[in-house]
């Protein structure tokens, strides 16, 4: 029996690629859902250890057979429509998208957070979101930017505690040194789960 979520499963994380098969950016299942019934994307499979592409109504055939042969997996997500099932992807490929990847990582709050896994980079524990905030190693009293290099994820009692001084001089020590990601915080935090473990076949 297939346990369905629908809320979050339509958010869950879909790795889009480009013609070129080279990982853009990642998508809700929501939107990857929305692309492959315009046509504008093929969903990305790899069994045994070859690669297959389907449209949506290919993709759709494949989910029930899945259910009529009993194949279904714990770790696969699916979504309930109105009179069918239908597996989530891991992987779609845009149909239409030639452009190369640039690399560049968005700076945001929830890339901060992931960057440094919820660990308050003070005291080094871990923290749920509510209990974390943003803080300039060099104070921004003291001419300290908002870049990657100046900001940490630190809890809220860490951050009182710091104030507006150096970690230095409140006597605190940085638990990493705050640099700009190589890659997406959301595929380098995903790809070393085993639910998304496929993504490494595309990601460099």
């Known amino acids: 029996m297939i346990k369905t979520r629908l809320g979050t499963s339509l958010n869950s994380n879909v790795l889009a690629l480009n013609r070129g098969y080279l990982a853009i950016h990642v998508v809700s299942a929501r939107r990857a859902f929305c692309l492959l019934c315009k046509g504008l994307a ?46 989530v992807p891991r992987v779609i490929r845009l149909l239409h998208y030639d452009r190369i990847p640039r690399n560049s990582v968005k700076f945001s709050r929830r890339n901060i957070f992931l960057r440094d896994e919820h660990r308050c980079q ?42 507006g001084r150096t970690p230095r001089e409140a006597g605190m020590h940085l638990h990493n040194e705050p640099k700009k990601p190589k890659r997406n915080p959301v595929l380098s935090h995903q790809i070393n789960s085993s639910k998304y473990s496929v993504w490494k076949r595309f990601v460099r």
Do not use: M
């Not at 057979?65 to 997500?77: A, R, T, Y």
């Open 122 to 163: 003070y005291c080094a524990r871990q923290f749920g979101t509510p209990q974390l905030s943003l803080d300039h190693v060099l104070p921004r009293s003291r001419g300290g930017k908002t870049t990657w290099e100046n900001i940490v994820c630190a809890c809220r009692k860490c951050n009182i505690r710091k104030g």
């Open 42 to 87: 093929e969903v990305i499979s790899i069994e045994d250890d070859s690669y297959y592409s389907y449209d949506f109504s290919s993709w759709r055939e494949v989910s029930e057979l899945k259910i009529q042969l009993d194949e279904v997996q714990e770790s696969e997500e699916w979504i309930q429509a109105v009179n069918f099932l239908i597996q």
